[in-house]
């Protein structure tokens, strides 16, 4: 038999979605190795960014074992099918990024090729979103969970949430500390670090109460405190490629439609969101600061919220760009601790996630092994280079140039692992392959489109059909995509039924 | 819109250039494609290795080749892995198989657990928990059939080779692929670097938009473009084969492979071989046990740009690398594939190329450290073995060491050709195994892990006996093929 190695003392500082989503997993998947104490202050408050999810959350509540219907009515949460960008190539556009397919997802050649090829000789052609299974149910307001058969209309299509971050971590904590973790209240005052190794040996809070631990995870948010603060891990800044350094939030009561995706709505200096919950909906102005005022934003995004207020504006700062290592010594940042990439395209929980996988997968027994945290940090660093492409590319490609802040970006240098992409892109409707990673060939297919970036040239194989019978397949899809969803349920009586939301706890 | 491709011209002698212009044209029938046929390169190795891994399946079922002809009117076999003796001297045979190793219980691999169950003492050899090792130990075959514990394997083929070339010669033929026989006598490159012309001998000359050069390792147009090759030979020690064509027996359905003081040597029915590393062999002692055998000369390594202007060359003429593990005509059909969906316009852009160029290479490459893994994981006392545990590893696979020695993890790559069971199975059957059991496995008490594993053990052994042998199913085949 094994021998139990002597648990591991695993130290969380800060208890916002991040330092519970940690707690929660390490205590549920690791209860043998490691014993989890937290420590947050009820002074500070949580960021709680992220409210939109991708797809991948799902495997995390699975993994935990939290039913999807309860963790959804206690967290006032939306089904979310895709994210709706407005007027990001032009003013006036629209376009949906779903968690899903386009065209029937059958073909030898992807559904592209053949749009591209229609599109260049000028052919009509519906709307993109009424090819795709998820926008056409997004659209239309409607929901219902994907089949299980990828082969259907109905199974080519993901889901994720929108939710409220400052109820998810309350639920996560009763999970954690059912499943023993431990809490403290204090603000953090001092950290002791060993004079030969580097590592931290313990924190020491306000109170002069001292915590020892074999592993600390950074949670503290953007102030980095061990990461960032004690190792001085240096921050590798992104600012010029993704200059927005500022959001005001601001939530409003949900009175208009309860649509199943977010919105990301193209702003003079930046964008906007709108993540409709089930009791209100959350509104912010994410801008570059170096392009527009404060009280100018502050005012730009009181003037659009749909509903009523139900708070004043808060300002938030950040900096785009990630530490050059998440896990140092016995340390590991999590989430905005680590770096911050702004929530665009969903993908703050997302990171907390992955960092969370590859930290349990990797977990030490003692002190952390060099292999180990350099895995982690390989891992790491790959989905933050290639979020970062992802998000860059929605700001460069654009016809846009009615401020200096689109100017900018539109003409800006571009990272060579982007500008690759893009050309191969232009010239051939090519998309850039991996096999993991987070967003695949569909979401780079749909910014592309989205944005207005019809290539130049396809698959010559698409050219092998005749255009007649090409315009026909197309118009039956449309057409049965439409009858399809047509049969769905609306998203609000669907959570209605499924998960009406209960008073917080 | 672009200029369209509309002329390829594929040269080759065999097998490989086959391949490539039935399937561009078969895949692509709107281009024009030619095969010159040239005189067979006998150190081709993707065109004289019989065995093959499981690709080549779906390779022939996209060109809407079926079993019938690829397999039994060929006289093809199936093979379902390759059984490695003598690689560590202390430890038993292993079988690689082309399956999943054990069941998934909990939410970990099941090398994990098998690791804790080794560490414990009570593990039976990784291999016994494969289905299809245990049935191809037996000597007996199925295909994967659902709703037994033969439900996940997968095949690879060994070919008679004479046989298949000529299916696929027929089939190049049927669906429209121009053929000519000659001989290439100079290949004229143009100022941007292309294929201009080939001119052959006796007169006469060839051009195209594309070109795809299976010529093999002399690389006629490819290397007439350019000879820059990235040397393997520091990782991969055998640089000579013996290969020996003898009479037709039936093939065996796990491949041995046996390894000897300076290489190793398979038999795959009729075809048997001798890999050997020049410097550290008695070359006189293995020739006089293989006196027919073909003696063949290989360089391992690859182009990192086996696509240039408008040249691609598939095959021996991109990589060479020993045929351990099978991989040589799986890389050329890979690439094959890769190629049809990636067919340029006539512009040939370098980012095009360039981006299947990035694949190849990850490929290769990977393909590269997993049959390095072989000689840097073998344990064998002669100097030939013990220089070779002594080199260090490419930057790779030296991760891959690096983390499965700590605690069973198989870190991701792109492109990769195995599976990380594959991986899994040998390195474990080579003896190598992590400094700590995975605290993840917890989550699965051991007495339940043990019993689980047992069961499924149990069950692969009562299964085992209700299959046929492999001549008794192929035999069903053919008879039912002549109904």
Known sequence: MTTPGKAVRVVIVGGGTAGWMTAAAIARLLPHRASVHLVESEAIGIVGVGEATLPHIRFFNERLGIPEAEFMALTRATFKLGIEFRDWGRIGD????????????????????YWSRLSRAGAPLPPLDDLSYACTLARQGRFAHPQADPGQLAGTFGYAYQFDAQLFAPYLRGLAERAGVVRTDGIVTAVDRDGDTGDIRAITLADGTRIEGDLFVDCSGFRSLLVGGAMEEPFEDWAHWLPADRAVAMPCRTETAVTPYTSAIAMPAGWRWRIPLQHRTGNGYVYASAFVGDAEARDALVAAVEGEPLAEPRLLRFRAGRRRRSWVGNCVAIGLASGFLEPLESTSIYLVQQAITALVELFPDGAPSPPDRDEFNRVIDLEYDRIRDFLILHYHATTRSDSPFWDYVRTMTIPDSLAEKLDLWRRRGRVVKYREGVFLDASWVAVYLGQGIVPEGWDPRADASDPV???RGIAALRQEIAADVAARPDHRGFLDRYCPMTDAA | MTEPLRTVLVAGGGITGWYAAAAIKRRAPFLDVTMLATRGAPDALADRIACTLPSIRGFHADLGIGEEDAVLRTGAACRLGTLFSGWADDLPDYAHVYDRYGQRFGATSFHLHWLRARRAGWADAFDSYAPAAALARAGRFVPPTPGTPFADHDYGLTLDLPRQERMVRAFADHVGVRILAGEIADVAIDDRGFVARLTLVGGGSLAADLVVDATGPAARLRGAIDQAVDDWSGWLPCDRLLIHAGAPIEPPVLTPVVAHAAGWRWSSGAQTGIAYAAAHADEAALA???????????????????WRGNCVAIGDSATQVEPLEWCNLHLALSAIDRLVTMLPDAAMAPVEAADFNRQ??????????????????????????????????????????TQFAERGRLPFYEEETFSRDEWAAVLIGQGVLPRRVDPLVEAVPADAAAAAMARHKADIAAAVQRTPTHAAWLAAQASRLSR
């Open chain 1, 94 to 113: 629209s376009y949906i990024h779903p968690f899903g397919t386009f065209g029937s997802g059958k073909g030898a050649i992807d559904f592209h090729h």
């Open chain 1, 469 to 471: 019978a090409v315009h």
């Open chain 2, 288 to 306: 006089a046990l293989m006196p027919d055998g073909d003696r063949i000369a290989i360089r391992p390594g690859m182009r990192r740009a086996p």
């Open chain 2, 360 to 401: 190849c290479v990850a490929e290769a490459e990977r393909v590269r450290d997993f049959v390095a893994l072989h000689y840097v994981a073998a344990r064998r006392p002669e100097p030939m073995w013990r220089a070779c545990a002594a080199t260090p590893p490419p930057d790779s696979l030296a991760h891959t060491l």
